[in-house]
């Protein structure tokens, strides 16, 4: 599975911004489609996840906020982030999890930055 993410850059709070992840490769088998993010000196953290059958998870900072949702026809997955705050500023990865007889993988696209102005 390859991932491909878009979208990122400086937006001022209160904008808005869509990201989107193209998965290419062996899409049939991606469990679920989740995006994580890297603020600047802190751990990746779980933004949102969606799993194949549409089921959403939300990390309780973006709810409200932050949409995901998905194209697929293009296999692409969408992440709508509307009001940002500083506080979202970070290095945003979509993460497929592949499930298979032999376990569970994770694919990670190469990031894009999001920076949100005062």
């Known amino acids: 599975v390859q991932l491909q993410a878009s979208g990122g850059g400086l937006v001022q709070a209160g904008g808005s911004l869509r990201l989107s992840c193209a998965a290419s490769?062996?899409?049939?088998?991606?469990?679920?489609l989740n995006w994580y993010r890297q603020p600047p000196g802190k751990q990746r953290e779980l933004v949102v996840g969606?799993?194949?059958?549409?089921?959403?998870d939300y990390a309780d900072s973006v709810k409200g906020r932050f949409t995901v949702s998905r194209d697929g026809t293009k296999n692409t997955v969408y992440l709508q982030m509307n009001s940002l705050k500083p506080e979202d500023t970070a290095v945003y990865y979509c993460n497929a999890r592949v499930g298979s007889h032999v376990g569970i993988f994770d694919y990670w696209g190469q990031g894009t930055l999001v920076t949100v102005s005062s």
């Open positions: 969606l799993t194949a059958g549409g089921s959403t």
């Open positions: 490769g062996s899409v049939g088998s991606i469990n679920a």
